[in-house]
């Protein structure tokens, strides 16, 4: 069984990280909380992880 990791590799990008976060879920009309479903809050953190893979990718060119 895979062990979740939620520390994050940068010390201080909290905040940067917390308005990614609340700028696409506000994108896709989610309501961010324990209240939503394990799928909108998953929506956003695919997509949280696609764009900080492709920030990288750009930094790297």
Known sequence: MARQNNRLLVPGCENAI????????AE???QLGP???ARA??????EITRRLVGMS???RI
Do not use: L, P, R, W
């Open 18 to 25: 917390n308005q990614m976060k609340t700028e696409i879920a």
């Open 28 to 30: 896709f009309g989610v």
């Open 35 to 37: 209240d939503q479903t």
């Open 41 to 46: 809050n998953g929506y956003v953190g695919g």
């Open 57 to 59: 990718m750009q930094s």
